[in-house]
């Protein structure tokens, strides 16, 4: 693989860290005029390949994978660019903006015949993987809590009038679109499509702070909770009527898990490798492209497109809506 890396935000850097772990070919990453200097130290403290600062410039170039590691308001302009040249495209977290968004380009992915992923590393760690198999273990399921909330410095200045993207509904953030999308993927991931969604925020300024998603399932419920505006130890729980399941920290971060059942009997299954935890993920990514696995591709694309629905119905559900969209 050869990879334009577009971005030097901290989850660039996250993934720079282990990317000489990785075999690619060719790394090169994308820079503007006001991260010149900082583009130019990570292409020379992680040894890549070169630097540039002009997106078509780089896009006429060989590489044939581009990872979209932007502002989620931009990650649909600057996908669309490389699918039209014919490259792969891997996007970090959220995808797209909408759904609506997201079928657009998995439309034009599938004229180009390339192959589109979400960079949400929660599927690939060898935990969740493991996780997913013992959830039948639990029986009939009955009630399911993710909880991933984390105060934002951010918020202060939000507060104080200062709207950083996190904030900023023009640029498609919100507690939802930051931070509770990890807990919609992995509920998404495990069970699939709820049949109903209700969201229950705290919107300041036309943005949701925090908020409590409601999935429901027909035969259980679950619950996505996501704030940036308060914080409390994160624990998520996955309720049967056999026992349950214990998740300690955020799920993206997820190296162990603790299964208990009815009687009291438990185990904590550990899976901590040492390993980066966005490794698994390019890992996969290197290996689905370079075999051109569809098959995956649309496994995984499917997941990326019920989270996409349930966060775009859920925001409406608020009035939240970024500039562009339609409410209805």
Known sequence: MKLGILGTGMIVQEVLQMINRLNLEAVYI?????????????????????????????????IDTVYVALPNFLHYEFAKKALQQGKHV???????VNADELEQLTE????????????????YLPAFQSLKEKVES?????????NFSQYSSRYD?????????????KKAG??????????????????????????????????????????DYGSFKAAAIGAKDCQAPVVSTIQGEKGYIKIDGPVNQLREYEITELAGNGE????????????????????IIEERDFVKAEEMLEVSQIAAQIMQQARRQQGITFPGECES
């Open 30 to 62: 994308l820079g503007t005029e006001k991260s010149m200097e900082k583009t130019k130290d990570l292409c020379c403290k992680y040894h890549l390949d070169g630097y540039y600062f002009d997106y078509e410039e780089m896009l006429h170039t060989d």
């Open 90 to 96: 891997i996007i970090e977290k959220p995808v797209a």
């Open 108 to 123: 034009l992915a599938n004229e180009k015949n390339v192959i589109i992923l979400e960079a949400m590393n929660i599927h």
């Open 138 to 146: 639990l029986g009939k399921i009955k009630i399911v809590s993710f």
């Open 157 to 169: 200045a939000f507060k104080r009038g200062e709207i950083l993207p996190v904030f900023d509904y």
């Open 174 to 215: 919100g507690a939802l679109m930051d931070i509770n999308v990890y807990n919609v993927h992995a509920i998404a991931g495990i069970f699939g499509k709820p049949d109903k969604v209700q969201y229950l925020a705290n919107v300041e300024r036309n943005i949701d702070t925090s908020g409590i998603l409601m999935l």
């Open 268 to 287: 904590t299954c550990r899976f901590d490798h040492g390993e980066h935890r966005l490794f698994y993920e390019f890992k996969e990514f290197i290996r």
